[in-house]
């Protein structure tokens, strides 16, 4: 695509995930720009971080509408008028309706290899503390297209890192996150260069050309 990727990034918690976004397009490294960022909570430090950088931040919260739907139907309309290319769910802890028009739009990273340790409820260091009790030697994260559950569609990329002898759930999410720093722009910039192909509810990645 010829213009800059264009992003709605949306969020529930610290912010970090979009803030490494961030600096990946003020380096050039991610040819994107994140065009909204939506909140599930008020009181997220992440809008306040995502203000900072001078992104517009709408609050989406159940108290604000009569029902989930209209909830939905908002979020939709905002990532629509903004003409959103491509929706990244960045520590987004509620579940996202997946409209016709963002099929194929939506991206989610998880800190855990899917499918395990992922669902409802499999979040933060819960995830982690999950590895380390069911005694995994590896563990790592998934960048993945997202349906109509939890942490589930198309996986796009993985990556892994080593289960230390003395980890603990700290230890290791910050292990997992400098992989997460690595994969979800990668597979952002692939969504941008149009290699991404879903078929058969597989993605496949187009090669580069040489």
Known sequence: MSDPLRLGVLVSGGGRTLINLA???EDGSLRASIELVISSRAGATAIRRARDR????LIATT?????LRLLHDAITSALLERKVDLVCLCGYLRWFRVDEQFVARVM???PALLPEFGGKGMFGLAVHRAV???GSEVSGCTVHFVDAKYDHGPVILQRTC?????DDEHSLA???FEHECLAYPEAIGLFAEDRLRLIDGLVEIDLPER
């Open 108 to 110: 989610n990273i998880h």
């Open 23 to 25: 600096d990946r397009i």
């Open 54 to 57: 001078g992104f517009e931040v």
């Open 132 to 134: 380390l009790e069911a």
């Open 174 to 176: 910050a292990r997992v």
């Open 63 to 67: 108290r604000g509408f009569a029902s």
């Open 162 to 166: 080593p289960v230390l002898a003395g």
